[in-house]
């Protein structure tokens, strides 16, 4: 099993200021596949990228993500007031399927 | 876009039995060509990935947490997802998740969520 491990686990920022998320996996991620995804409170996961670097539909360009092999961040370029939430790395590559413990991004 | 509407979830004491389901919906997409995958969340813990299907002919995959103890099927005719927990624990207590997933893609779209709740 690919363990996903997240840092750091809380970063306090200011909306405008620039987010820089770590996954970090204990095995090569296969074929990049690696996704991110957006929860906020009470609501549903969001896909943000997926194969480590590719916006899913509607999400803005601010949400970038690079990597490959076991090192993987999630970028967010200038900080939204809605972009506050908690954000989880998943591997899909090998099964079975992880997620990392999540990053909370907070004010 | 597909639209994903879990059911089923309630209060069960352990050791019992639950059976969710998945509604899919969406004029443009076709289900029968999606991997569905089930995800829980405990309170106020992180996501865990449970089990996928693929389509046909299908595979089957599951966590270790629930191997044995739950079962993912699909009806492709009824454009609908299911679980079938036995030998429920107290752990199990969590909103559980059904999605869309590709091979390529991780999981798509997702639904709102239907929470089960294991308690004596």
């Known amino acids: 099993e690919i363990v996903l491990t997240q840092s750091p686990g809380t970063l306090s920022l200011s909306p405008g200021e620039r987010a820089t998320l770590s996954c970090r996996a204990s095995q090569n991620v296969y074929s990049r596949y690696l996704a991110w995804y957006q929860q906020k409170p009470g609501q549903a996961p969001r896909r943000l990228i997926y194969?480590?670097?590719s916006r899913a539909a509607g999400i803005p360009d601010r949400f970038s993500g690079i990597g490959s092999g076991t090192d993987f961040t999630l970028t967010i370029s200038r900080l939204e007031p809605e972009d506050f939430a908690v954000y989880y790395c998943?591997?899909?590559?090998?099964?079975?399927?992880?997620f990392g413990q999540g990053t909370k991004v907070e004010i | 876009q597909i639209q994903l509407v879990e059911s089923g979830g309630g209060l069960v004491k352990p050791g019992g039995s639950l059976r969710l389901s998945c509604a899919a919906s969406g004029a443009s997409d076709t289900f029968s060509d999606y991997y569905m995958t089930w995800v829980r969340q405990a309170p106020g813990k992180g996501l865990e990935w449970l089990s996928y299907i693929t389509f046909s002919p299908t595979t089957i995959t599951y966590a270790d947490s629930v191997e044995g103890r739950f079962t993912i099927s699909r009806d492709d005719a009824k454009n609908s997802l299911y679980l079938q927990m036995s030998s429920l624990r107290v752990e199990d207590t969590a909103i559980y998740y059904c999605?869309?997933?590709?091979?390529?893609?991780?999981?798509?779209?997702w639904g709102p969520g239907t929470l089960v709740t294991v308690s004596s």
């Open positions: 194969g480590a670097s």
């Open positions: 998943q591997q899909y590559g090998s099964s079975p399927w992880t």
């Open positions: 999605a869309t997933a590709t091979f390529w893609g991780g999981l798509d779209f």
